[in-house]
Structure formats: C-alpha cells, structure tokens
C-alpha cells in the first residue's frame, strides 16, 4: 500500500500515513489542533490551510466545494474531514 508523508506544522509533527487516509483521522492520532463538528463535511468545523502538497489529495467532492465556498474558504483550504492523502508529501495545520 503507497503512503504519504503528512505534516502538521502547528505541532511539527510529520507522520507517514497510509494512501487513502483522511487528514482529520490522523490529526486526531496525533493530537494536532484541526478541530471538528460533524465529520460529514457538512459543518465546515475543520476547515484546514493546505501549505504544500495540495496535489497529492484527492480532488473536493461536489459537497465539499459547497461547504468551501459557504464558509468563504480560501483556495488553499480543504476540509480535513473530506480530504484524502494520495501519497507524497503533505504540510497542513489549522486555518
């Protein structure tokens, strides 16, 4: 199975995660600060700031790119409970 490498820069904490992980399943692990509400992506708790390594998650599904633009999301923030790990290298933290 391909793994990523996913760092959270508010704890510099980088950890290889396997493809196919959602952010905020390993920011929980780890105790990174991407708070959460609903974990259906419908809250828009856990929007996260993407530094680097956009391109390797996977793309916002149609109810992500809602909840995004309802909070006024900026291009490089994700939710991190929608958001998927593809592989490479990842840099997040809370936005």
């Known amino acids: 199975m391909a793994t990523a ?3 959270f820069s508010d704890v510099s904490l980088t950890v290889n995660v396997p ?3 959602r952010i905020i399943e390993i920011s929980e692990k ?3 600060g991407i708070t959460y509400g609903c974990r259906e992506g419908e809250c828009g708790t ?3 700031k993407v530094e680097s390594g956009a391109e390797n ?3 916002p599904s149609v109810l992500e790119q809602r909840v995004l633009k309802e909070n006024m999301a900026a291009r ?3 939710l991190a409970c929608q ?3 593809l592989g490479g290298e990842i840099k997040v933290r809370p936005a």
């Open 76 to 78: 490089d923030e994700r």
């Open 57 to 59: 998650l996977t793309e």
């Open 46 to 48: 856990c929007l996260t």
């Open 83 to 85: 958001c998927q790990v």
């Open 19 to 21: 493809s196919g992980t």
């Open 30 to 32: 780890v105790g990174a």
């Open 5 to 7: 490498k996913l760092t």
